[in-house]
């Protein structure tokens, strides 16, 4: 069993950062695959980010290349969003989650956060 609890949202401008932080629960964190997903007012959940268990593949959607980076720390059970030259239409609730097995783009994770709300003005 893996408890995920996501932090670091919050009100930004437009072109402005946020870090999000995602902590697990377990001793077995290294083993699984994190990635973040979000969903905006009305619309469907979507991928955003994934990272593999050691960090060393990572997956991104077109729509935030180049602008987030996802990253792991294993050490502390930690999975990170870095989310740089924000746009309004990146408002949503983003959703950490995880999984043993490595699906990047797919939205069946075992595992999910409760969300933590990101809103960006412009």
């Known amino acids: 069993q893996v408890q995920l609890v996501e932090s670091g949202g919050g009100l930004v401008q437009a072109g402005g950062s946020l870090r999000l932080s995602c902590a697990a629960s377990?001793?077995?964190?290294?083993?699984?695959?994190m990635a973040w997903f979000r969903q905006a007012p009305g619309r469907d959940r979507e991928f955003v980010a994934a990272?593999?268990?050691?960090?060393?593949?990572?997956y991104y959607a077109d729509s935030v290349k180049g602008r987030f980076t996802i990253s792991r720390d294993n050490a502390k059970n930690t999975v990170y969003l870095q989310m740089n030259s924000l746009k309004p239409e990146d408002t949503a609730v983003y959703y950490c989650?995880?999984?043993?097995?490595?699906?990047?783009?797919?939205?069946?994770?075992?595992?999910w956060g409760q969300g933590t709300r990101v809103t960006v003005s412009s």
């Open positions: 989650a995880a999984d043993r097995i490595l699906k990047p783009h797919r939205m069946d994770y075992d595992y």
């Open positions: 377990g001793r077995t964190f290294s083993s699984y695959t």
């Open positions: 990272i593999s268990w050691n960090g060393g593949s990572t």
